[in-house]
């Protein structure tokens, strides 16, 4: 069963820029979307993006000046950087891999709290 | 872009049946997702394509999607059910996931 693992710093200082890596095991990333959801504290779920194991993005028009993904399917890894960051940033980010159709998403990482502050 | 509404809140007395909601534009059109969060875990998965229960999901967690109207269905709901619920689609317009707000499934 594919498992997949939130890493980065977990405190990032305001203009800054936040970077995550997750990390996929227990199987392969060919043939998969992969996204970013992020959780403000207390508040609902937002998504972020997609990256497919290809390299093709999509990104939520809210943050698309703002953010990239990249992807290292060799490593089994894939990434996300927020530029310009503020407290409003504040928040869980996961990563999360899609089962087939329909843009479900049927495999989470356990979240890592990302806090925006000097 | 595309909006699905939840209520904030539902509460149920044990082994009662739960109804929780989800709101959209001609979402009978769409394939609806459902996701279970309990405090400080990630959401899990508990009914996809409106109405298919993913492994290990027990049977008193059911879908349907018809309209503008999507419901989860929890039968003899149980205190362990208490959790955050979330909807969500896939927006072919724009290629983009989109999430309910969510509800509070309170278990009196």
């Known amino acids: 069963q594919v498992q997949l693992q939130e890493s980065g710093p977990r405190l990032v200082k305001p203009s800054e820029t936040l970077s995550l890596t997750c990390t996929v095991s227990?199987?392969?990333?060919?043939?998969?979307?992969w996204s970013w959801i992020r959780q403000p504290p207390g508040k609902g779920l937002e998504w972020i993006g997609y990256?497919?194991?290809?390299?093709?993005?999509k990104y939520n028009f809210s943050l698309k000046s703002r953010v990239t993904f990249s992807v290292d399917s060799s490593k089994r890894q894939f990434f996300l950087r927020l530029t310009s960051v503020i407290a409003a940033d504040t928040a869980v980010y996961y990563c999360a891999r899609e089962g087939a159709g329909s843009a479900w998403l049927d495999s989470w990482g356990r979240g890592t709290l990302v806090t925006v502050s000097s | 872009s595309y909006g699905l509404t939840q209520p904030p809140s539902v509460s149920v007395a044990p082994g009662k049946t739960a109804r929780i909601t989800c709101g959209g534009d001609n979402i009978g059109g769409k394939r609806v997702h459902w996701y279970l969060q309990r405090s400080g875990q990630a959401p899990v998965v508990v009914i996809s394509?409106?109405?298919n229960r993913p492994s290990g999901i027990p049977e008193r967690f059911s879908g349907s999607n018809s309209g503008n109207t999507a419901t989860l269905i929890i039968s003899r709901v149980e205190a362990g059910d208490e959790a955050d619920y979330y909807c969500?689609?896939?927006?072919?317009?724009?290629?983009?996931?989109?999430f309910g707000g969510g509800t509070k499934l309170t278990v009196l």
């Open positions: 394509h409106d109405s």
């Open positions: 969500q689609v896939w927006d072919i317009s724009t290629d983009h996931r989109v």
């Open positions: 227990g199987g392969s990333m060919t043939g998969y979307y």
């Open positions: 990256i497919y194991y290809s390299g093709i993005t």
